[in-house]
């Protein structure tokens, strides 16, 4: 069982915009930045996001995330059937010292 | 851009020790303001942060492994390395090597992925 709490699935349609949730503790999100990946079946995950709503070069903008409090969320708008993947937040746990991950989200396009 | 590449065998029997290398190419270890670590994923199963290392030797583990988890760079040959003893089925998973978003922590987020490579134990 994971730290951070995600929803196992999660789906919209093409054009849709679709929030996937990271819910953790003062511990690990209360106190640290959230990252987001991205991971396609038999693939190394992505980074989307860091610094809680940064996203690196060459990631669309149709991705955004935000953070409050002890959570954080994922949002893709204008979703596309390429986005269907594995979805992953992780931060640091001050507690555990260590980084942890979210279970992870599926998401799929229908 | 960095890239990875993650070797190793494929099969490492109960108990044994299992040794992973990265090479690193498109960036210098040594002198690198950035960590590199190693994450696995078993199979079907979400991701587990292992440990990371600075070029300096100074290095962070995931306090549930830190007993059996030895990571250590070679930046004459630009690699790091992982060590995982007394291993067990449980161990069976992708093992990434990586390299952190951020300089200098290693919280942060990790930004290049090498592919990963497929560890069984197995007897």
């Known amino acids: 069982q994971s730290v951070l709490t995600q929803p196992p699935s999660a789906s919209g349609t093409p054009g849709q915009r679709v929030t996937i949730s990271c819910s953790g503790t003062?511990?690990?999100?209360?106190?640290?930045?959230v990252e987001w990946y991205q991971q396609f079946p038999g693939t190394a995950p992505k980074l989307l996001v860091y610094?809680?709503?940064q996203r690196p070069s060459g990631v669309p903008d149709r991705f955004s995330a935000s953070k409050s409090g002890t959570s954080a969320s994922l949002a893709i708008s204008g979703l596309q059937s390429e986005d269907e993947a594995g979805y992953f937040c992780?931060?640091?746990?001050?507690?555990?010292?260590?980084?942890?991950f979210g279970g992870g989200t599926n998401l799929t396009v229908l | 851009q960095p890239q990875l590449q993650a070797s190793g065998p494929g099969l490492v029997k109960p108990a044994e020790t299992l040794s992973l290398s990265c090479t690193v190419s498109?960036?210098?270890?040594?002198?690198?303001?950035?960590?590199w670590g190693w994450i696995r994923q078993p199979p079907g199963k979400g991701l587990e942060w292992i440990g990371s290392?600075?070029?300096?030797?100074?290095?962070h583990y995931n306090p549930s492994l830190r007993s059996r988890v030895t990571i250590s760079v070679d930046t004459s040959k630009n690699q790091f390395f992982l060590n995982l003893s007394s291993m067990t089925a449980a161990d069976t998973a992708v093992y990434y090597c990586?390299?952190?978003?951020?300089?200098?922590?290693?919280?942060?987020?990790?930004?290049?992925w090498g592919q990963g490579t497929l560890v069984t134990v197995s007897s």
């Open positions: 992780a931060t640091w746990d001050d507690s555990l010292s260590c980084v942890i």
């Open positions: 003062r511990s690990n999100i209360g106190g640290n930045t």
């Open positions: 610094s809680n709503n």
């Open positions: 290392i600075f070029f300096s030797g100074t290095t």
């Open positions: 498109g960036d210098s270890i040594i002198n690198s303001p950035y960590f």
């Open positions: 990586s390299r952190s978003a951020v300089q200098r922590v290693v919280r942060g987020g990790f930004h290049h």
